[in-house]
């Protein structure tokens, strides 16, 4: 695990400013009859406009700037041009590269009025992922992150997507530690003032399968049914978590 000195952690706070700018800017614009394709395109010249690089775009071969995934595609689907429909969910993951450090948030948006199912969803993965944010202390143990995440999700009756973890961040997009959303508290590596970590619950209706459309990337919910992501990267504190790019 590479640890970031205080320096290393604000150039990440402005890396995940401008990932989070472009968050805020594609709520303005989710609503029925926009195309994921068109919210790519904006984020790209959004990302470009603030000096920083696109961080999702080529990596590995994928396609586009953003992940936008509809409905019952957990992660890594691929902005097309199929219009958004009144009560659909739509999970945007959002990258950059910026002074040579990475930011890296997701949230998911509701296109209007969505179901009271939905709706449900989306709160129980907000929440989750502020519980395992708070778990972000000096001298805790990875897997308390996990933990507080599926012990949340499981209790309203959800499932919580193991084939897809977070991870560390840096100077690197991915870096170690990964960081699963599940298992038992009190194991693994101690937390430590410097580490910076990609937290991302990812939540499904009902099982926790995954099944991988051809295209190799859009993963969906193996029964069909809706899945939300949220994701923060966090810098370990001596005081305790600090959400990078947030007031």
């Known amino acids: 695990m590479v640890l970031k000195t205080h320096g290393e952690i604000d150039l990440m706070d402005e890396a995940n400013r401008i990932v989070h ?15 994921t394709r068109e919210l790519d395109l904006w984020a790209e010249a959004t990302i470009r406009d603030a ?15 953003l992940c936008t995934s509809i409905n019952d595609v957990i992660v890594h689907g691929i902005p097309d041009d199929r219009p958004l429909e009144e009560g659909d969910i739509v999970g945007v993951d ?22 009271d199912e939905a709706r449900k969803l989306m709160d129980v993965t907000r929440d989750s992922l502020h519980l395992a944010v708070d778990q972000l202390h000096p001298g805790n143990r990875l897997s308390d992150i996990g933990h507080a995440v599926q012990a949340f999700v499981e209790t309203h009756g ?14 690197s997009l991915h870096e170690d530690p990964q960081v699963p959303n599940f298992g038992d508290a009190g194991h693994g590596p101690r ?3 410097g580490l910076v970590l990609a937290i991302e619950p990812m939540v499904n209706i009902g099982a926790s399968g995954v099944k991988v459309d051809a295209d190799g990337w859009t993963a969906r919910t193996a029964d069909g049914t809706l899945s939300a992501h949220f994701e923060y990267s966090v810098a370990v504190t001596e005081s305790g978590p600090r959400i990078l790019g947030q007031a």
């Open 21 to 35: 700018r472009v968050l805020d800017g594609i709520a303005e614009r989710v609503r029925p009859g926009a195309t």
């Open 51 to 65: 000096g920083a690089v696109p961080a999702f775009l080529d990596y590995r071969g994928y396609p586009a700037t």
């Open 94 to 115: 959002c990258g950059v590269l910026y002074k040579g450090y990475y930011g890296d948030a997701a949230r998911t948006f509701a296109v209007n009025e969505v179901g």
């Open 158 to 171: 959800f499932s919580v997507v193991r084939e897809f973890v977070g991870h560390g961040i840096g100077t």
């Open 191 to 193: 937390l430590k003032p």
